[in-house]
């Protein structure tokens, strides 16, 4: 069984596609909503409360887990929650 699977030429601009590759390759995202970069957190945020009409969550990372996304107050709060996740060995 031979199965051909046709890629497809998407146009995104850089803050979707850095979005949809830590998405996928994280367990935990902690975001500080910050701009330009703002735009990262907030799709990460919506993807992670995506779910389709049996309650399944439509977006999940590559170990078919979803992401959990927890929004910070300040850029120290999110740098000491990151340090905080990979020492305890999450991927983050």
Same mark, same amino acid.
Not at 11 to 36: E, L, Q
């Given at each position: ?6 890629? @497809? ?9 850095? %979005?949809? %590759?830590?998405?996928?390759?994280? =367990?935990? %995202?902690? &975001?500080? #909503?910050?701009? #330009?970069?703002?735009?990262?957190? /907030? &799709?990460?945020? @919506?993807?992670?409360?995506?779910? =389709?009409? =049996? ?6 990372? !590559?170990?078919? $887990?979803? *992401?959990?996304?927890? /929004?910070? $107050?300040? /850029? ?8 905080? %996740? !990979?020492?305890?060995?999450? *991927?983050?």
């Amino acid at each position: 069984l031979i199965i051909k699977k046709v890629a @497809e030429t998407v146009v995104v601009d850089g803050n979707w596609a850095v %979005a949809h %590759a830590s998405y996928r390759m994280n =367990d935990v %995202a902690y &975001i500080f #909503p910050i701009t #330009p970069s703002s735009t990262m957190g /907030e &799709i990460a945020d @919506e993807w992670s409360s995506t779910e =389709d009409a =049996d309650g399944k969550k439509t977006y999940v990372n !590559l170990w078919d $887990q979803e *992401l959990k996304v927890v /929004e910070m $107050q300040s /850029e120290g709060g999110a740098a000491g929650a990151l340090h905080g %996740a !990979l020492v305890s060995g999450s *991927l983050a």
